[in-house]
């Protein structure tokens, strides 16, 4: 078993990236943290809270994290998601999961100590939790095994600005300061992959068939389809988180990636929170870097997106699914 810490801004995606990750025997889930994102820390708390409810895992430690950025105020995506983070599916507050009282960075720390070089994190929003983890204890990247984060964009455009992926735009300082530390591999599912991994309607119904757990993330899905719409002409949803946990789960999903010097852009008017790769030069090919101190970033950049649905369908409704017969 992988031991994994899920830090999340639990909205739709994420959700099923979360239920991906409890219905999935190949981790053992030491924590989930909670940060801002797609809404409020409180209501993210809240919605992973519940979850772990819904999937009776109340034993799993839940750290509130950062509710803003290390610089400025937040912006969230309620529309997207809805102004409860979960397309405003009506679910009941959570009763039987409350936060510990150490901090999401606090417990980071502390369960990378505990195991060390055994722990990959999986980043789910903003990357703020993980770098103030780092102020903490600049040794963390000694113990950590690895960071996965769903974020970023090198290849194709933005989606919250035109150059600027959602979660590396929350808290653009943050993730220079994680992809700038040499002393961990990190892994970047970014909208390269994510924006066309899709979720479509007509599967809803495999989902609702599957019982409670199965109608509570069918529940959400329809407003995070209606936001999609417009997008890709047709009725779907990209799978961001779900597909980052899923790539965690089964490794054999990822079919291509490329190292690359990443730098996140700080200060453009237009540009800030851009991820960008010098793709022109790298240590693979014998060039010279644009920027010889900046370690560089696994990308993924092509993935086995029928076998991530099997993989998602199948283990979130208990049940063999085959998305060429769906």
């Known amino acids: 078993m992988k031991k994994v810490i899920i830090d999340t801004d639990t909205g739709i995606d994420d959700a099923l990236g979360c239920a991906l990750a409890l219905e999935s025997p190949e981790l053992d889930i030491l924590a989930f943290t909670s940060i801002f994102g797609n809404v409020s820390v409180e209501l993210t708390t809240e919605n992973t809270a519940y979850l772990m409810e819904v999937y009776d895992r109340t034993d799993i430690p839940l750290a509130r994290g950062a509710a803003r950025a290390l610089v400025g105020t937040p912006n969230y995506a309620d529309f997207v998601h809805g102004q409860d983070g979960v397309g405003n599916a009506g679910y009941p507050k959570a009763t039987k999961v409350k936060p510990v009282e150490k901090n999401a960075a606090q417990l980071t720390v502390d369960l990378a100590h505990e195991h060390p070089g055994e722990i990959t994190y999986i980043a789910l929003g903003p990357l703020t939790n993980l770098a103030l983890a780092m102020q903490i204890d600049p040794t963390l990247p000694e113990v950590l095994k690895s960071v996965v984060w769903m974020g970023g964009n090198v290849w194709v455009p933005g989606n919250v600005t035109p150059v600027a992926e959602a979660d590396a735009w929350h808290d653009p300082e943050a993730a220079q300061i994680v992809l700038q530390e040499p002393g961990w591999k990190v892994t970047m599912v970014g909208l390269d992959v994510t924006d066309d991994t899709l979720f479509y309607e007509s599967e809803l119904a495999h989902l609702k ?16 389809i209606d936001f999609y719409e417009n997008k890709l002409e047709q009725r779907a949803c990209a799978m961001h988180s779900a597909l980052t946990v899923g790539v965690v789960v089964d490794e054999s999903l990822i079919t291509e990636v490329e190292e690359l010097p990443v730098q996140v852009e700080l200060n453009g008017t237009h540009t800030r929170g851009m991820t960008v790769a010098d793709r022109r030069l790298n240590a693979s090919n014998g060039g010279e870097k644009q920027w010889p101190d900046t370690p560089d970033t696994r990308i993924v950049k092509d993935v086995n997106r029928e076998g991530f649905r099997s993989q998602l369908l199948s283990r979130l409704t208990g049940g063999a699914y085959d998305p060429a017969k769906a």
């Open 209 to 224: 068939a599957a019982g409670p757990r199965g109608e509570y993330l069918a529940a959400m899905l329809p407003f995070y």
